[in-house]
């Protein structure tokens, strides 16, 4: 299944943007939802995911303190809000129903977020 992820956009550094991950015919409360960044040239980072089973949320150290991923299963949707943004924060995230890259059998759409003044 492939999860479109939206929002993106550029921001000056130190902003904000909230990101959503929906998918059309299929229920996303009962899985695993991860967000994942991808820069070219370099591999998919993991930066976190929203457990399924026990409502655990994980972070990677870079951006742990400033993003926050949450759902809403009324609309079924899961959301990645980013604050304090920074330059390095630029990429193409993608979400997934995984919380490893390599777990994801195919890829949705991403949406691109810039950080620049």
């Known amino acids: 299944v492939q999860l479109q992820a939206f929002g993106g956009g550029l921001v000056q550094p130190g902003g904000s943007l909230r990101l959503s991950c929906a998918a059309s015919g299929f229920n996303l409360d009962g899985y695993a939802i991860g967000w994942f960044r991808q820069v070219p040239g370099k591999e998919r980072e993991g930066i976190s995911c929203s457990s399924s089973t026990d409502g655990r949320t994980y972070y990677a150290d870079s951006v742990k303190g400033r993003f926050t991923i949450s759902r809403d299963n009324a609309k079924n949707t899961v959301y990645l809000q980013m604050n304090r943004l920074k330059p390095d924060d630029t990429a193409v995230y993608y979400c997934?129903?995984?919380?490893?890259?390599?777990?994801?059998?195919?890829w949705g759409q991403g949406t691109l977020v810039t950080v620049s003044s």
């Open positions: 997934a129903a995984a919380c490893i890259a390599t777990m994801v059998g195919s």
